[in-house]
């Protein structure tokens, strides 16, 4: 019996797709608003990059530091994304970063505290004063373990192993979504008046990355090819992560915790190089300007064997031998590398993309019914961010978005479960998982990943960027032809779960290079080495459309504050949240 035969279909008020700290924040939006969501995640919920935080999180609680307030690190967090984030998103962010740590501590996430009962707050990148809230350890199984037991408790269904390929729309209305569930090999569509898209970044564009491996920038790719427009898609904020051994490549020992502490970076000639890209504060020096230093190192042939540089720790080991930065000094010496005694080598990979869809204050894209949070969401950090700040992003406007999607909904039709062109896609979708022969999905993924680094990675020149795109549509042409490998239904959609998440990743790539020509200077996570300054001419955010099939990029001015958006219009359940204090 052909796996087209069966279609899961399902009705809901609002979809959530994406099952990371933005999820199911969305997902506690909704259920404070009087609508029940359906969360689906294309991994073994709880998924998604949230999963793999270590260090912690940023509020200005005042606790480590009594004279800190919100409006300072609203401060920090304008001069680190050297001007251009969403002003108004990061005042909002500041501000509610602190309810938000307040109520996940009662949930039972578990922050350190001090003998006082007070949050211990620890010092991060950027930052004038210490703010980073932490669990001891690894921020990533406590957190994602609280969110998760509360959505059990709440009864917000979740669907796990999907893989959506488009929005649906009616009327310019986004309707919902279809794709399929890889692990049963059965198409799924799912009819929804709002959908949030909470799917993370990109990082699979890039060999060596910090991530889970099945997230491949999917929510970017099918927001754009809908309507909706993207921001800031040029910047990406580097991290540090194992170049050697080979074993752990990729692991990410986030260095900030060495470096706050005093830890050196030196090239293969054994030169201390930081100085000569910041004087004044070498390797104190902001992420960016740091995973820039390390980048030119390599590229100009400075670089270690393994394609790295030198991390030396070993005049602090003692200091820094707690917490997380004491389960990075286990696992190296898990692979035979004693940091007390030996420098480890480190490469730039990529942490956080700082881009994404662009919304306003709730969560809300340029189309109706379609809402955006976490990683997946941009213009909160502009070129560059604090540390700390992805995860508090996450967890301010994902519980954002579900408010605003949950109201928004309520006021929209029921969606016609004919709408949205989705028998059409499953008609495509079934000739695709007929197709026997053709190029190898693996090989592939590995050219894809191969302009990732080369083309469009963290040192860009304008003939590059050109010949990356050029690249990428061969690439896209043979990814369309690539062959659908298995004996089984299950093995066939696993297949073609690839080949769209090849699909997607080329998509993000193209993005990436567009916006990177256009923007001919350097500013935090983006440096053109033929145009290697900053300039305010370019102090802008450059927002991407697709436009007769291209994808169109424009010049935006900075929102500077001012008139914040209004609230959704209210339902009883959020005008009485209102009334106690509750969460808007």
């Known amino acids: ?279 004044e504060r070498g390797e104190r020096a902001t992420r960016a300007v740091v995973n820039r230093g390390v980048g030119m190192e390599i590229f100009e042939g400075r670089g270690t064997e393994s394609h790295g540089v030198y991390l030396d720790a070993r005049h602090v080991i003692e200091e820094v031998n707690d917490g997380a930065t004491a389960d990075i000094i286990r696992v190296f010496k898990t692979q035979g590398v004693d940091m007390a005694d030996s420098p480890i080598e480190v490469a730039s990979g990529p942490h956080t993309y700082l881009g994404g869809i662009r919304i306003d204050e709730w969560g809300r894209t340029n189309l109706t019914g379609f809402y955006a949070g976490g990683e997946a969401a941009g213009g909160v950090h502009g070129a560059n961010r604090t540390g700390g700040a992805a995860l508090a992003d996450s967890y301010v406007f994902g519980l954002r978005s579900g408010i605003g999607a949950a109201c928004e909904g309520a006021r929209l039709e029921k969606p016609d479960p004919e709408s949205g062109g989705w028998r059409e896609g499953l008609e495509k979708l079934r000739a695709r998982e007929s197709r026997a022969s053709g190029p190898d999905d693996k090989h592939l993924r590995l050219e894809v990943q191969r302009v990732g680094v080369e083309g469009i990675g963290q040192i860009r020149e304008k003939s590059r960027l050109e010949k990356a795109l050029a690249r990428l549509d061969e690439l896209e042409a043979e990814n369309e032809r690539a062959a659908v490998a298995g004996d089984s239904p299950r093995k066939r959609f696993d297949c073609m779960r690839r080949i769209q998440e090849t699909h997607n990743l080329i998509g993000v790539a193209r993005m990436l290079a567009v916006a990177a020509l256009m923007r001919e200077e350097s500013r935090g996570g983006h440096f053109r080495m033929d145009h290697p300054d900053i300039s305010e001419e370019w102090r802008c955010n450059i927002v991407l459309s697709l436009e007769d099939g291209q994808v169109t990029p424009r010049r935006r001015e900075v929102v500077e504050e001012s008139a914040f958006a209004p609230a959704p219009e209210e339902t009883p359940t959020t005008a009485a949240l209102a009334e106690q204090g509750g969460v808007v």
């Open 1 to 279: 019996m052909s796996p087209f035969s069966e279609v899961r279909r399902i009705e809901t008020d609002v979809l959530i797709i994406g099952g990371g700290v933005a999820g199911m924040m969305a997902a506690v939006g909704c259920v404070r608003s009087g609508v029940k969501p359906v969360l689906i995640t294309k991994a073994t919920f709880p998924s998604g990059s949230s999963s793999m935080a270590r260090g912690g999180y940023t509020a200005a609680m005042g606790h480590s530091e009594p004279t800190d307030k919100p409006e300072f690190l609203y401060e920090d967090s304008i001069e680190a994304s050297y001007g251009i984030c969403n002003h108004r998103l990061m005042r909002i962010m500041s501000e509610e970063a602190i309810d938000r740590t307040i109520e996940l501590d009662a949930w039972g996430l578990g922050l350190v505290k001090m003998d006082d009962g007070k949050y211990h707050q620890k010092q991060s990148a950027s930052h004038r004063f210490p703010r980073l809230l932490h669990c001891g350890k690894l921020m990533g199984k406590p957190l994602m373990q609280s969110l998760a037991k509360k959505m059990r408790e709440w009864g917000v269904e979740t669907i796990q192993h999907a893989i959506f390929v488009d929005l649906m729309k009616e009327g310019g209305c986004v309707v919902g979504a279809w794709g399929f569930l890889y692990r049963e090999g059965v198409p799924v569509v799912v009819h929804a008046r709002s959908t949030i898209m909470a799917t993370g970044g990109a990082p699979q564009l890039h060999e060596v990355n910090d991530s889970p491996p099945y997230i491949s920038g999917d929510g970017y790719t099918m927001a754009l090819r809908a309507g909706a427009e993207l921001i800031d898609m040029e910047f990406i904020d580097y991290q540090l992560l194992a170049a050697a051994p080979l074993k752990i490549r990729g692991y990410p020992p986030h260095t900030s915790g060495f470096i706050n502490a005093g830890a050196h970076l030196y090239n293969k000639d054994g030169e201390r190089f930081m100085w000569n890209y910041d004087p």
